[in-house]
């Protein structure tokens, strides 16, 4: 079950990153198509791709800037508790260890 719903989440991310490419292409090859002016299914297709990419454009610098605000935090976490770590012994706390 667990491999299931690892390999749904993996091929869900490969399609979504696929997506803008395959609007690309929608664009391309059907940009030039014979319209009949009036509710063209084909022309609200080319919208919605459209969409599809501008939300792509805005979305790719949230993320990046996600992914380098949790590198950042990231590094610092580990300084600091690297820096807070004490490491006690017994020897550290002078115990006497008796028989």
Known sequence: MKNRRRFIAILACILVLIMPFLSETY????KNHKCPRR?????????????????????????????????LSFITIKKVVRELRTHITLITLKVELLN
């Open 27 to 30: 664009i391309v090859k059907n």
């Open 39 to 71: 509710e063209c299914p084909i022309c609200i297709e080319i919208q919605m791709a459209e969409v599809l990419i501008d939300g792509f454009k805005t979305l790719l610098p949230i993320i990046s800037a996600g992914i380098v605000l949790g590198i």
